[in-house]
């Protein structure tokens, strides 16, 4: 049967040039979840290999919010490496290159705008200068910069860290999540009533709900959660954690999102692994 709200794998995404641009990287930009599956939001996967990057724009249609997983690069004078989480303010020109000798690899989110034309991206000339509302360094925080985040298990949060880079507490409208579930974590049956949900894995093996759906996900699977559906994840690995960073579109706090704990995830539930890919 198939799924009401599919994981879409990174790498089933064709990758987006845009015409006419010369010297963009082939592979630099995959958006995986956009108007399509109904979403106000897209959110994309970037590779960057040595020495290529994006050069100079700015979106003139929506804030853009992102996270550096893999490789050392430079943005707007900052270098950035990976857990370097960024907040692109709508309109603010910016850019990336990957100064590493490894690829370089960002999720992003594109809030707001349902497709990449949606987001008003404008390429600059060397020389054309955009005011920008705050400098460079601004909107730029790092992971372990963060504190992890005290949350209340009796709400479903049996997540084992789990901390908030960006949202109402340094000003931004939206609230980016790093989520990391050691073995036989969870995060319960619960929904949220105010806001879509993206969020995409990083690494790991685990089972996720949503509605009726049960399915396994691995790391490069990203999944959109509407507004009021219930959802949930478990690790099923005994030996490696799950780790998942994602976006509470148009809320700033988790009090925001109408968070509402649902109940359990049973064996039942649970038993659907024995099953896959046919639950």
Same mark, same amino acid.
Request: glycine share 12%; hydrophobic share 35%.
């Given at each position: 049967?198939?799924?009401?709200? &599919?994981?879409?794998?990174?790498?089933?995404?064709?990758?987006?040039? &845009? &015409?006419?641009?010369?010297?963009?990287?082939?592979?630099?930009?995959?958006?995986?979840?956009?108007?399509?599956?109904?979403?106000?939001?897209?959110?994309?996967?970037?590779?960057?290999?040595?020495?290529?990057?994006?050069?100079?724009?700015?979106?003139?249609?929506?804030?853009?919010?992102?996270?550096?997983?893999?490789?050392?690069?430079?943005?707007?004078?900052?270098?950035?490496?990976?857990?370097?989480?960024?907040?692109?303010?709508?309109? #603010?020109?910016?850019?990336?290159?990957? #100064?590493?000798?490894?690829?370089?690899?960002?999720?992003?989110?594109?809030?707001?705008?349902?497709?990449?034309?949606?987001?008003? +991206?404008?390429?600059?000339?060397?020389?054309?200068?955009?005011?920008?509302?705050?400098?460079?360094? #601004?909107?730029?925080?790092?992971?372990?910069?963060?504190?992890?985040?005290?949350?209340?298990?009796?709400?479903?949060?049996?997540?084992? =860290?789990?901390?908030?880079?960006?949202?109402?507490?340094?000003?931004?409208?939206? #609230?980016?999540?790093?989520?990391?579930?050691?073995?036989?974590?969870?995060?319960?049956?619960?929904?949220?009533?105010?806001?879509?949900?993206?969020? +995409?894995?990083?690494?790991?093996?685990?089972?996720?709900?949503?509605? =009726?759906?049960?399915?396994?996900?691995?790391?490069?699977?990203?999944?959109?959660?509407?507004?009021?559906?219930?959802?949930?994840?478990?690790?099923?690995?005994?030996?490696?954690?799950?780790?998942?960073?994602?976006? +509470?579109?148009?809320?700033?706090?988790?009090?925001?999102?109408? +968070?509402?704990?649902?109940?359990?995830?049973? =064996?039942?539930?649970?038993?659907?692994?024995?099953?896959?890919?046919?639950?």
């Amino acid at each position: 049967m198939a799924l009401a709200y &599919p994981l879409i794998d990174v790498m089933d995404v064709e990758a987006f040039t &845009p &015409p006419g641009r010369k010297g963009w990287p082939e592979s630099a930009l995959r958006v995986a979840v956009s108007g399509r599956e109904g979403s106000s939001s897209s959110a994309y996967h970037a590779r960057f290999r040595p020495g290529e990057g994006l050069p100079r724009h700015i979106n003139a249609g929506c804030d853009e919010i992102l996270i550096h997983l893999q490789g050392e690069g430079v943005t707007r004078g900052a270098a950035v490496r990976p857990g370097h989480c960024r907040w692109v303010k709508k309109g #603010t020109e910016h850019e990336f290159r990957n #100064t590493g000798d490894t690829d370089a690899l960002v999720v992003g989110f594109y809030v707001g705008a349902k497709d990449i034309n949606a987001t008003g +991206y404008e390429f600059l000339n060397e020389g054309t200068e955009k005011n920008t509302t705050h400098t460079p360094r #601004t909107g730029l925080v790092h992971l372990d910069d963060v504190p992890p985040e005290t949350m209340n298990k009796g709400d479903g949060w049996l997540i084992s =860290d789990f901390r908030l880079p960006f949202g109402a507490h340094n000003g931004c409208a939206s #609230t980016l999540f790093r989520a990391r579930f050691f073995p036989g974590a969870v995060h319960k049956k619960h929904r949220h009533e105010n806001c879509e949900e993206i969020y +995409y894995v990083i690494s790991g093996h685990g089972l996720a709900g949503a509605g =009726d759906d049960r399915v396994e996900v691995r790391g490069g699977h990203f999944h959109y959660i509407p507004k009021g559906v219930e959802h949930w994840l478990h690790n099923l690995s005994e030996t490696e954690p799950i780790e998942v960073v994602g976006i +509470y579109i148009n809320s700033g706090s988790v009090a925001e999102t109408g +968070y509402v704990y649902t109940g359990d995830v049973t =064996d039942d539930d649970l038993s659907c692994v024995s099953e896959l890919p046919k639950c």
